[in-house]
């Protein structure tokens, strides 16, 4: 056997695979994996552990997190079920943020903003999306009769509309009256 070849491999160099890797769930469990970990980065909680246990000192780590913004991709961004994991992903960008939620006071802080944010995002909203009423218009002023044309027939004249005066005390019961009457049927069903 010649010293210089060593082995019956052919390759120069045996660390250099032949073939490429295959991943043999097409990079399934890679997704579940970064998509499991962006979901929790939506809790200030977690983000607050990173920043105790010194993940944000690592340089590996801060360069996982910029790698991990193509979820902000609209192809990635549907399978997101908690859009605040973008929020946050955004802001441990910026190394202030990342020093800053060490600290057990700011994490109440995210915690409660973004608890405030949850109850409240409804009603917010459908103040946005819920069309406003139309102003009610101005009744138009009756057209001007010219003096010099005969009057018409009677016959041909509309009836007189006829006005029942309500006051507003009434219209005010009569409001309120539906309302309760609304309420009582919500909650009797």
């Not at 210089?4 to 991943?23: A, R």
């Not at 990079?27 to 246990?53: D, K, S, V, W």
């Not at 990342?98 to 405030?116: D, G, I, T, Y």
């Not at 819920?130 to 010099?148: D, F, G, I, S, Y």
Request: proline share 11%; hydrophobic share 35%; with cysteine.
């Amino acid at each position: 056997m010649d010293p210089g070849k060593g082995s019956s491999d052919s390759s120069p160099h045996p660390s250099i695979p032949k073939e490429p890797y295959k991943d043999p769930d097409d990079g399934r469990q890679r997704f579940l994996l970064e998509l499991e970990f962006m979901q929790c980065l939506a809790n200030p909680t977690y983000i607050h552990y990173l920043a105790q246990n010194r993940y944000f000192d690592d340089e590996a780590f801060i360069g996982y997190l910029k790698y991990l913004q193509y979820w902000q991709r609209p192809e990635y961004i549907k399978f997101i079920m908690y859009p605040h994991c973008l929020f946050f992903l955004e802001l441990l960008q910026n190394a202030n943020f990342r020093s800053a939620m060490a600290h057990p006071a700011n994490k109440e802080l995210a915690h409660r903003q973004q608890f405030f944010f949850w109850k409240n995002y409804r009603n917010n909203r459908l103040k946005h999306i819920l069309p406003r009423p139309l102003p009610e218009a101005a009744p138009a002023p009756p057209p001007a009769v010219a003096a010099t044309a005969p009057a018409p027939a009677a016959a041909a004249l509309p009836a007189p509309q006829t006005a029942v005066a309500v006051s507003s005390a009434q219209k005010t019961e009569n409001t309120r009256g539906s309302t309760v009457e609304r309420r009582k049927r919500k909650y009797n069903n």
